[in-house]
């Protein structure tokens, strides 16, 4: 699995095949630049540790002393804790069922 640093982010709304705009990944960058900061707990530390810092899921399972599966679980909470935010605060349109 490979890391991803701040620039390549990305946006919390994109899917497989369907691009953002160079604008809409700006605001969002900078949206989640903001508010990672207010992610608490282990999903805060593997967020800034993953994709900020670009940390591999296996280096910073090694330096939580913790699974990479665990580690994983705690990433996929809290982009999912960013996406609910995202769409409570208009950064992206909410998803409907």
């Known amino acids: 699995m490979q890391s991803h640093g701040a620039s390549q982010v990305l946006g919390l709304n994109a899917f497989p ?29 593997v967020l800034q540790g993953h994709l900020i810092e670009g940390q591999s899921i296996k280096k910073l399972a090694q330096a939580l002393n913790c699974s990479r599966s665990s580690l994983r679980l705690h990433l996929h909470e809290g982009l999912e804790l960013l996406r609910q935010w995202s769409q409570l605060y208009g950064v992206i349109p909410a998803q409907t069922s």
């Open 17 to 45: 095949g369907e691009p953002t705009s160079c604008s809409e990944d700006d605001e969002q960058l900078n949206w989640q630049k903001g508010v990672l900061h207010q992610v608490e707990g282990m999903p805060g530390m």
